[in-house]
């Protein structure tokens, strides 16, 4: 028995684009089935030539059609979307809307945290990258985005080295693993650093967030500018919703400078969740964080002591909570995690003061 259009079509709808996480038949990629007794050629419109997921659609093709009763062989071929074909998907992923609305396009219940800090160099992208790797590990879908105008290292931490690819001018975060990033440093050799300051930088902040597809997410993680500069305020009111975590090293001068991120997350409307200390132990000491946490009133989520495992990892692009999943700065941050997903089903912070702080 041959295998019929339907049979190949059926099939098809369980190739997933991976970066855009629905199957190729539902985005129209499929631009041609041919079939001829046991041979099956087919051919998927891309939205970018050259683009990097090529090997991903081959294995999920031979996975999916090659298997399936009555075909020998699969062949696949590519081709890239027209300028037509870009806008109507665009529009489709938009939800049938084809202008772009204002801020940041997110679902109502994607809870936006906002990682932030007093100073830079305390750990903030760190944390930020651990954070999501912990977040995804506990199944969630997670999305990171690297709104350190002035560090940008997230990429690199993650190890993504693939560019976002722009669909009629719609931005699509490449992925790793389970996890979605968009960084701000992805853009800057283009547009030059310039818009991203002065009386550019809201408008071209607004129009950034509100041109990246995040598609569905449980959570988005945000690795805030350090300080209280513009790009910080800025941000703070671009994000709805946005709940903040303060990250503090233990040293009393730290804790002064992220008193004051604290306050600025406060008045862009950032619901404070809490404070992480960052590079407890001999060195620094350790007790900033919960002092810093009496000062704002706001629950110490967890200590994370001086490991030179997360620097290691970070440099080689894998997350400690991934490369070492044992070890017991990984059970902190995972934990740290945890603990912030409750404070959102218990709507409230409370329980989060009893726990015993590590270190
Ligand atoms: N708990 C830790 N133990 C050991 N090293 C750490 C720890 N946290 C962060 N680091 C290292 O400290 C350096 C600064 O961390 P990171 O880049 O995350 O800080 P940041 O606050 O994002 O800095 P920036 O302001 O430059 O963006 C990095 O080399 C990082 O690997
Ligand atoms: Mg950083």
Redesign the pocket.
Do not use: E, F, H, W
């Given at each position: 028995m041959a295998v019929t259009r339907e049979q190949v079509h059926e099939a098809l709808s369980r190739v997933i684009d991976p970066e855009l996480r629905k199957p190729v038949t539902e985005l129209d990629m499929v631009r041609d089935v041919r079939i001829d007794g046991g041979q099956v050629e087919i051919t998927i419109a891309l939205t970018v030539a050259g683009c990097p997921l090529r090997a991903s659609f081959q294995d999920q093709v031979s996975e999916h059609v090659a298997t399936l009763p009555g075909v020998e062989s699969v062949s696949l071929d590519f081709d890239v979307m027209s300028p037509d074909e870009k806008a109507a998907l665009s529009a489709k992923l938009r939800g049938g809307v084809s202008e772009r609305t204002k801020g940041i396009s997110l679902d109502k219940g994607t809870r936006v945290l906002a990682v932030a800090?007093g100073k830079?160099?305390?750990?903030?992208?760190?944390?930020t990258a651990n954070l999501a790797a912990a977040f995804s590990s506990l199944g969630q879908r997670t999305g990171v985005l690297d709104a350190?105008v002035?560090?940008h290292?997230i990429p690199h931490m993650l190890g993504v080295q693939q560019r976002p690819v722009v669909v009629d001018k719609m931005i699509v975060p490449p992925v790793r693993d389970e996890l979605k990033l968009m960084s701000i440093g992805f853009f800057l050799d283009e547009n030059g650093p310039i818009m991203w300051r002065g009386p550019m930088l809201h408008r071209a902040l607004e129009q950034f967030l509100s041109d990246v597809h995040w598609g569905e997410l449980d959570v988005l993680i945000v690795d805030m500018p350090?300080g209280t500069g513009d790009v910080a305020i800025s941000l703070g009111q671009l994000l709805p919703r946005a709940e903040a975590i303060v990250v503090t090293t233990p040293q009393p001068a730290a804790q002064e400078v992220a008193v004051r991120a604290g306050l600025m997350a406060r008045k862009t409307n950032m619901r404070l969740i809490g404070v992480v200390e960052?590079?407890a132990g001999e060195v620094f000491g350790s007790g900033g964080g919960e002092r810093l946490a009496e000062e704002l009133d706001i629950p110490l989520l967890g200590s994370?002591?001086?490991?030179?495992a997360?620097?290691e990892h970070?440099d080689e692009g894998e997350p400690l909570v991934w490369a070492e999943p044992d070890s017991p700065t990984t059970h902190e941050l995972l934990r740290i995690a945890q603990t912030i997903d409750e404070t959102k089903r218990e709507q409230g912070v409370g329980i989060v003061k009893e726990l015993h702080v590590l270190s």
């Open positions: 800090s830079g160099g305390v750990g903030k992208s760190t944390l350190d002035y560090g290292s350090p960052n590079m994370i002591r001086l490991d030179p997360l620097r970070a």
